[in-house]
């Protein structure tokens, strides 16, 4: 067990242009969260995924995300039509089921010009 | 509304010496409390937690002490050491639900040689 993953570790993208990044959770992890940083700021919600279920989402998920867990394995989250203010750190965390302790994967940082 | 403060942006402290840092909190449905550290450039990692049946919970040189009534939550880390410079995200949650994190703006702490 490699820990959660995540894929690409650093995105720059032209405002307008679509952005996908991935996350790999603990393979018996049932709970999967994705957060986005921004500078100075703490991790914040951003949507949660039951298994395929998603079962949350933050007001921050504009309908320009949107975010994939199919088989409830792997997890997409997509940002279309990106703008400068999307640029943060995006973070997936997974837990197993009952809530355990989450585990945080690197981080994908993205960069909107 | 932010519901997990931390109003000390940053502390640094002599190597050896204790170091606090600080977390309050203003939702009293909240019964698990965690604190991460962050390094740059990667994910949170867990160090420590406690549940809000405790007021105290100790591991090695990390201990969280909850005090309820105040909505308040410390981390001790004694004695400090020059690898324990970075930034430590307090965070709460609900064990109930989707048991996402609502974390704090972070402490940067910087353990001085």
């Known amino acids: 067990d490699t820990g959660v993953s995540q894929n690409p570790r650093h995105k720059i993208t032209k405002r307008g242009q679509n952005v996908t990044f991935r996350c790999d959770p603990i393979?018996?992890?049932?709970?999967l969260y994705w957060y986005r940083q921004t500078l100075g700021q703490g991790p914040e919600f951003l949507t949660y995924?039951?298994?395929?279920?998603?079962?949350?989402k933050s007001r921050l998920l504009s309908d320009r995300f949107s975010a994939e867990r199919p088989k409830g394995s792997f997890s997409t989250l997509e940002i279309q039509r990106t703008e400068q203010g999307d640029s943060a750190m995006y973070l997936c965390?997974?837990?197993?089921?009952?809530?355990?302790?989450?585990?945080f994967g690197p981080g994908t940082r993205l960069t909107v010009t | 509304d932010q519901q997990v403060k931390q109003n000390s942006p940053s502390l640094s402290v002599q190597e050896g010496r204790i170091s606090i840092l600080n977390c309050d909190y203003t939702n009293s449905m909240f019964d698990y409390f965690l604190w991460y550290k962050k390094y740059p450039a990667e994910g949170p990692t867990f160090l420590i937690s406690?549940?809000?049946?405790?007021d105290k919970n100790e591991d090695g040189r990390f201990t969280v002490f909850l005090n309820k009534s105040a909505k308040h939550l410390s981390l001790h880390i004694v004695p400090s050491q020059p690898g324990d410079s970075a930034v430590y995200f307090c965070?709460?949650?609900?064990?109930?639900?989707?048991?996402?994190?609502?974390f704090g703006t972070g402490t940067r702490l910087k353990v001085l040689a």
């Open positions: 393979s018996e992890h049932n709970r």
């Open positions: 965390a997974s837990s197993p089921d009952r809530g355990g302790l989450g585990y």
């Open positions: 965070a709460a949650s609900r064990t109930s639900g989707t048991y996402k994190y609502i």
């Open positions: 406690i549940s809000s049946i405790k």
């Open positions: 995924f039951q298994n395929e279920a998603q079962l949350e």
